[in-house]
Every structure is written in structure tokens, then in C-alpha cells.
């Protein structure tokens, strides 16, 4: 069985947990560290694992709210470190990661990375980040799509979610409240453009793209607090679902979601 779980999406914090059970073994994959350290073991207990559990950990890009208390929960708990050579470049600088080399291993767009009874297929993504990278996960039957933090949806992206059961997909702002907003107007350009994060819409462009029979499962992520609602995210996923919006699951910034089962 193959499920996950957000522990938190958005720009205050993002990690999220894949577990893939075959039999009495689990394998545990954590995408993301952007939690403070203290909150990240609380939300793998109520998750009903802990710290030691781990497999590995993944980092997508280098950006606070993803790589957060990654130096910190590894050098607690000694777990082994998947992230690109661009992301380690970009946080190397200065030497504070140097004590902990040996636990990084270089992922690399297209390369699979065996854990166990999961295997996660890392795919680059259009983001303002050294060399940003989303996850594809199976446990060699069902599979996840995990893709956030993106500005457009390339041709890569959308080859790399085809068949997948289902998607933590992006829906990050809605066009009209983000320039309605207090932002500057650097940053509403930032967001919104070609190296920022998807809007509803453009999320849900890419959700029609490689919707197919066997995709059960949509989960909202990385919504702005501030330029968004689950609702608007719901409306724009389920017309491009052809489902009801209580069929859309919302990650919520600070609690993430429950289980969902791909």
C-alpha cells in the first residue's frame, strides 16, 4: 500500500510524508524539512511514526520553507539526504553542512532512487531555486505525483505525471487576490511569473493534462494564505476533475492533511 500525508504546505513550512507497506515492512520517505525541528517530530508522532522511523529525507529546493530544520534533524538523527547538486550548492556555501557530507547522496533529474519498497523518481520543475527538483513515488504498483513550487507547467512536468493515481498538485494563488494584496510589486511579479508558483487556473490546466480514469486522489498544496481559499483552489481542480469540490482535498498551511491512500 502506498499513502502520504502532508505534515504542512505552504509558505510558513512544507514537509510531507510517503510511506509505502508491504507486508509488515514500511518504507518512509520525507519530502521536505520546512518545519522548525521541535514541530516536525510532533507531526511524525501524530502520524503515528517518529524521527528514527525514516528512510530518508528528500529536499526538493533550497528555499526556507523547504529545507528549514534539514541540518538540524540530520544531524540528530543521521538520516540519509537526497537533494540536487545545484540545491547542495546553494546551501553548502559557508561550510555549515560540511560535518554532515557523508549523509547527502545527488539526485538528478530522470535518475530513480530505490528506498526500500519505494521508489521515487525525481523530475526538474521551472522554479527561481539552483536546480529545483518534485518527486514521483511508487511502491511499484500505485503511483504519486508530488508537485509544487513551479511557475509554468513544462512539457517535462506533465510527461513526468502521466499515469499517476493520484497528485499533491500546487494551487498556489488565485490571479485577482494576488493583485489585490498588500504585496510589493516585485514579489506579485515573482509569484506569478514563468519562475514562481501556479496559479488555480494554470493548476488546473496541468490537473486536465494528465487526469485519466485511474486518478482518484487530488490533494491542494502550498496555498497562499494571503491570495487564496480552499475554496477557490476546490472550484478551479474539480471543474478540471469533472467532480464535486468535496472531492478535492485541501492541504492546510499549518496541519497539513490527513492520510490519503494513492
Not at 108 to 134: C, K, N, W, Y
Request: charge should be negative; include cysteine.
Amino acid at each position: 500500500m502506498l499513502r502520504f500525508k502532508s505534515l504542512g504546505s505552504g509558505s510558513s513550512g512544507n514537509a510531507t510524508l510517503v510511506e509505502a507497506q508491504s507486508g509488515a515492512h514500511t518504507t518512509r520517505l520525507l519530502i521536505d524539512c520546512g518545519l522548525r525541528l521541535r514541530d516536525l517530530e510532533a507531526r511524525l508522532i501524530e502520524a503515528g511514526t517518529c524521527a528514527e522511523d525514516l528512510d530518508a529525507i528528500f529536499i526538493t529546493h533550497e528555499h526556507g520553507d523547504h529545507i528549514g530544520c534539514a541540518r538540524s534533524f540530520i544531524k540528530r538523527y543521521s538520516t540519509p539526504l537526497w537533494m540536487s547538486q545545484g540545491t547542495w550548492l546553494a546551501v553548502s556555501d559557508g561550510g555549515a553542512w560540511t560535518p554532515y557530507q557523508h549523509l547527502l547522496n545527488v539526485a538528478r533529474d530522470s535518475s530513480a532512487i530505490e528506498l526500500g519498497d519505494l521508489q521515487a523518481m525525481p523530475f526538474t520543475v521551472p522554479h527561481d531555486a539552483r536546480e529545483p527538483l518534485q518527486l514521483r513515488c511508487t511502491d511499484g504498483h500505485r503511483h504519486l505525483g508530488v508537485i509544487t513550487d513551479l511557475g509554468h507547467v513544462s512539457s517535462h512536468v506533465v510527461a513526468s505525471l502521466q499515469g499517476c493515481h493520484a497528485l499533491l498538485l500546487e494551487a498556489n494563488h488565485d490571479p485577482d487576490l494576488l493583485q489585490a494584496s498588500g504585496y510589493p510589486v516585485f514579489l506579485k511579479q515573482r509569484v506569478s511569473g514563468p519562475w514562481g508558483h501556479l496559479a488555480n487556473h494554470a493548476a488546473a490546466d496541468l490537473l486536465a493534462r494528465v487526469k485519466h480514469d485511474q486518478l482518484s486522489c487530488v490533494l491542494a498544496a502550498h496555498l497562499s494564505e494571503r491570495n487564496n481559499t480552499p475554496e477557490l483552489a476546490r472550484t478551479s481542480l474539480c471543474e478540471a476533475m469533472g467532480c464535486s469540490p468535496l472531492d478535492i482535498d485541501v492541504a492546510d498551511p499549518l496541519t497539513g492533511s490527513d492520510w490519503l491512500v494513492v
